[in-house]
């Protein structure tokens, strides 16, 4: 079972994001303040469990938490700033719209920018060890999916509904045929051809 606290301060607010590996759509971050003696048993990495589960789960979490926000970064944005840094600033800007401030920030990864002087720790799987970040990688998770099922609606031989802009063989097949669209981030590499030389 995963552990309600880290620090031991009332208002710990757990975040975490979606989107990193993907080569279309946002970067997406959530945090969230849980009650400090929350538990749940099914609770845990939105990436072990089913679509099914992960969509209850984000009804009980919103039902529970003392306070969640959630960010979408556009791949404009990631472009700019690199998706570490948008994938931090998207976790950051979850963090400050909270409608409590947080006493402790627990992120999941390895690496954070302070924000507001709220003492952090940044926990490397921390989605399968603290309730509070299971908890932000399923709202990250749901909302950045919601997002790709909507634009999957403007260009739908991407295949968004299905893949959610991973660069799956079918999603590549599709940006031979069609080229890449507004969507997509122009500094991934969106074909592995891409970097060869053609001599």
Known sequence: MLLSNFSGKLIEAGTDEAGRGCIAGPVTAAAVILPFDFQHEILNDSKKITEKTRYSLRELIEREALSFKVTHLDESVVDEINILNASIKA?????????????????????????????????????????????????????????????????????????????????????????????????????????????
């Open 91 to 199: 976790m950051q800007l979850s963090l400050q719209k909270l409608d409590l401030t947080p006493e402790y920030i627990i992120v999941d990864g390895n690496r954070f920018y302070p924000i507001d002087e709220i003492p952090f720790q940044c926990i490397v799987k921390g989605d399968m060890k603290y309730l509070s970040i299971a908890a932000a990688s399923i709202l990250a998770k749901t909302y950045r999916d919601d997002y790709m099922n909507l634009i999957h609606e403007e260009f739908p031989m991407y295949n968004w509904k299905k893949n959610k802009g991973y660069p799956t063989k079918e999603h590549r097949d599709a940006i031979r045929a069609f080229g890449p669209c507004k969507y997509h981030r122009t500094t991934f590499r969106l074909l592995p051809e891409q970097l060869s030389l053609e001599i």
